[in-house]
């Protein structure tokens, strides 16, 4: 890219040739000054100039990724020429900011005490272990997947985010660039199962090799992707596959699971989850949508509900009754195509999450192959069931970053926005808030980590009675922690959290989606008490 000096810069200070300099890197903005937002003049005040702490008080950081960035002619060759000093919050000047290739100097074990410092800074705007805190959990090859799922969202994903979810639409080609980068593999069930290697079509994230992919590999991934900031983009990508597409990994039979799994890790394909009706949400055993044995075929009839991908789905794996006994005793998984004559999907408007396709389907007299029966006749439940903890810790995952994005966006306003005199972060009042912020969120996010090292190392069998307890407490604290997180996000951005897009898009947007998380995959109500009720069955075997 081209060098300029400072004085180059400021010889081009007129509205029809206007240039400015932000963070070291020259702007040509002439054509952009009547298209510009925040309006002309603003911007053409700021010709010939250094415009970077301007430009930082209005504007987030996705702004710079997909409209300045274009009009970007060059850089300023000496720091020295630069007018305007960087700000005082050094902690987010740009050459403290520890940028993706510095993983290049990784450490090999994170408990060698030399763990390089990885992201922002912003305190607690990510894990402790990027911020050199030793952990038992991570090595190198997390530090390999950290970096690749971190640059592709950087560039592919968060400064698009506003505009997909206001159109209520994600574009296909973003399906397939995140199974190019093995993130569908590594979120579907199938990245930490080393018997399915052979159906990865584009490998795991960073080139990590299967064997060494654990439950903390799938959680850097999830994690990262959840800093953009759009729980709608999130099960766009992953909603429907990361419970889907598990009954099929772990109980279809071969013929068609070989078929299915590699459409699917490739993003060829769209796969959903059908269980929920208009009836019967959490309360999966008192399903209504019947499958006739029709002696060659089932005849399937009912309708399924809030359906995550369902809108652009090709394969629904379905919980049906297959026997007259009410409960959970007659339930069967069938992989019902999105081709057979009499499936329907209707796009549902819902109150956040767009773009993620949830869907009211139904099935009207759908004839379904035998061989579409995934596992065996009547015992669908214990296969849904086999897949709730999984689900129930990735919604974790992604509350829990959702929350730490919360106090990032709000602290990075908060550093620069000043009120009365002094800096958000000057006031009492607002720095109460970011504590009780913190607390909730390192508290969960210390939990979950506790809990994926229990679900890595025991024994599978175990894990169902052990673990379904806590991993449901666990889902309940990290959904009010992210309600508490937004709302407390959103007064610190005040009006600029009321508007869509801007400065507070990420807050105005998540705290439109806590619901998303605070009811599917089992309420807060029924977590809370389910974990208690595993507790007490305990206390009686006293
Ligand atoms: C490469 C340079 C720039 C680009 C690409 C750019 C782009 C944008 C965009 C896309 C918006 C609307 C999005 C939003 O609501 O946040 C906006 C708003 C705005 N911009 Fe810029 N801008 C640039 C430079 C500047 C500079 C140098 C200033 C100030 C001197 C400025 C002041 C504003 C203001 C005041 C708003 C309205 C913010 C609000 O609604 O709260 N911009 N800009």
């Known amino acids: 890219m081209k060098t300029y000096t400072f004085e180059q810069v400021q010889a081009h200070n007129k509205p029809n040739d206007c240039w400015i300099v932000i963070e070291g890197k020259v702007f040509d903005v002439t054509n952009f000054l009547s298209e510009h937002p925040g309006g002309k003049k603003v911007l053409a005040k700021m010709a010939g100039k250094d415009a970077s702490k301007s430009f930082k008080m209005f504007h987030n950081d996705s702004i710079m990724q997909r409209v300045g960035l274009p009009m970007q002619i060059g850089i300023i060759g000496a720091a020295k020429d630069v007018e305007e000093k960087p700000q005082k919050d050094a902690v987010l000047s740009a050459d403290l900011v520890s940028k993706p290739e510095a993983a290049a100097v990784a450490p090999k074990s994170l408990a060698d005490n030399q763990v390089a410092k990885f992201g922002d800074g912003i305190p607690y705007g990510d894990p402790s272990w990027y911020q050199e805190w030793n952990s038992p959990y991570y090595n190198e090859s997390h530090i390999k997947v950290r970096n690749t799922v971190r640059a592709w969202v950087e560039k592919e994903i968060t400064p698009f985010c506003h505009e997909w979810s206001e159109k209520k639409e994600i574009p296909k080609s973003v399906l397939k660039s995140a199974a190019k980068i093995g993130f569908l593999a590594a979120v579907s069930g199938a990245g930490t199962d080393p018997k399915m290697a052979h159906l990865l079509p584009y490998g795991l994230p960073g080139g990590v090799d299967p064997a060494e992919f654990d439950i903390f590999s799938e959680f850097v991934c999830m994690d990262e992707l959840a800093r953009c900031g759009s729980g709608g983009l999130i099960w766009a990508l992953e909603g429907g596959l990361s419970i889907g597409l598990p009954p099929v990994i772990n109980f279809a039979k071969d013929e068609l699971k070989n078929r299915i799994v590699p459409e699917c890790l490739a993003g060829d394909k769209v796969i959903s989850l059908c269980i929920t009706e208009p009836s019967a949400g959490s309360d999966v055993a008192n399903l209504a949508t019947t499958a006739k044995d029709m002696g060659d075929h089932f005849l399937v009839n009912g309708e399924k509900k809030w359906i995550t991908q369902g809108a652009f789905a090709d394969y629904y794996t379905v919980a049906v009754r297959t026997a007259e006994d009410k409960g959970m005793g007659g339930i069967s998984l069938l992989l019902i195509e999105r081709t057979f004559p009499g499936v329907n999907a209707r796009k549902m408007d819902c109150q956040g999450m767009w773009g993620s396709g949830t869907s009211y389907i139904t099935f009207d007299d759908v004839r379904v192959p035998k061989t579409h029966l995934i596992g065996k006749l009547n015992e669908g439940f214990k296969y849904v069931m086999h897949n709730f903890n999984h689900e129930r810790l990735s919604i974790v995952m992604q509350a829990s970053r959702l929350s730490r994005v919360c106090i990032e966006e709000a602290l990075k306003y908060a550093l620069k926005r000043e009120t009365f005199g002094q800096r958000l972060v000057d006031h009492a009042v607002l720095r109460n808030k970011f504590g009780h912020m913190i607390r ?86 029924i977590m809370l008490d389910l974990g208690v009720r595993q507790a007490i069955k305990k206390c009686s075997k006293l």
């Not at 175990?462 to 992210?482: C, D, E, N, R, V």
């Open 440 to 525: 909730q969120c390192e508290a969960t996010h210390a939990w979950l980590e506790s809990i994926l090292f229990q679900y890595k190392t025991l024994p599978r069998e175990t894990q169902a009675t052990m673990l379904a307890g806590p991993i449901a407490l666990l889902k309940a604290q990290s959904t009010q922690t992210f309600e508490y997180c937004a709302r407390e996000a959103a007064q610190i951005f005040g009006g600029l959290a009321y508007t869509r897009g801007g400065q507070g898009e990420k807050i105005e947007r998540l705290y439109r989606e806590v619901r998303a998380y605070a009811i599917p995959g089992g309420s807060e109500e």
